[in-house]
């Protein structure tokens, strides 16, 4: 069984301060990494794409590749109170390209 | 900019009716998938459908549930004969081939109640 784990939260940060997701997969062979932010009773709306080892940065988002280990990452790095949602870290498995979802972190930001 | 449609946003049904669930997928994407998600739990994979056939299936995707691709916007997902446990949020997904073709798109989801 092809696994993505994520901490459910919530993690609460101030308004400002630096959000920090954390995501790990259990197959290796697993090249593409996606993290998608859901509110309440909506839809996922992408956030980022990776595919390779290292940071890739996006606005006030980036995301950390690790492939050795594993493990993926999204930094928010100024905290909006827009921001809070449940945020799920998708990894590409299959030859079908099918999406495993990890169960999501939810994120507060507070004022 | 582009994105993916689906109707209805809710639907009630009783169980053991036939319900169709329907999707516009962005227009030139090729690669089409459905997802469901029961209230509280993760997103899962239910089908993958590409060149009018289908690629990938979960065990959820049993013979209750089939795929179509009716007409050239159109991509369907029918359940035959719903079970109060088929009850979650449906979401479609498409994604295209060149720069970023990795990415699915979702759709907004249509919200199915089977009483």
């Known amino acids: 069984q092809k696994e993505v784990e994520q901490n459910s939260g919530p993690l609460s940060v101030p308004e400002g301060a630096i959000a920090s997701l954390n995501c790990t997969y259990s197959d290796r062979g697993s090249q593409s990494f996606f993290w998608y932010r859901q509110y309440s009773g909506k839809s996922p709306e992408l956030i980022m794409s990776?595919?390779?080892?290292g940071d890739k940065e996006d606005g006030r988002f980036t995301a950390q590749l690790n492939k050795a280990s594993q493990y993926v990452s999204l930094l928010n790095r100024d905290s909006q109170p827009s921001d809070s949602a449940t945020y799920l870290c998708a990894v590409n498995t299959g030859g079908g390209n099918k999406l495993t979802f990890g169960t999501g972190t939810q994120l507060k930001v507070e004022l | 900019e582009p994105e993916v449609t689906q109707t209805p946003s809710h639907q009630v049904t009783q169980m053991g009716q036939e319900v169709i669930l329907r999707c516009v997928p962005i227009s030139n994407h090729l690669y089409f998938y459905w997802y469901r998600q029961i209230l509280g739990q993760k997103v899962e994979f239910l089908v993958s459908f590409y060149n009018n056939e289908i690629s990938e299936k979960s065990e959820i995707f049993d013979d209750q549930f089939s795929v179509e691709r009716p007409d050239g916007s159109n991509f369907t997902l029918k359940i035959r004969s719903t079970k109060l446990e088929d009850s979650a949020m449906y979401f479609c997904?498409?994604?295209?081939?060149?720069?970023?073709?990795?990415?699915?798109?979702f759709g907004p989801g249509t919200r199915l109640l089977v009483l």
């Open positions: 997904a498409s994604r295209g081939t060149s720069g970023g073709g990795e990415t699915q798109y």
């Open positions: 990776i595919y390779s080892n």
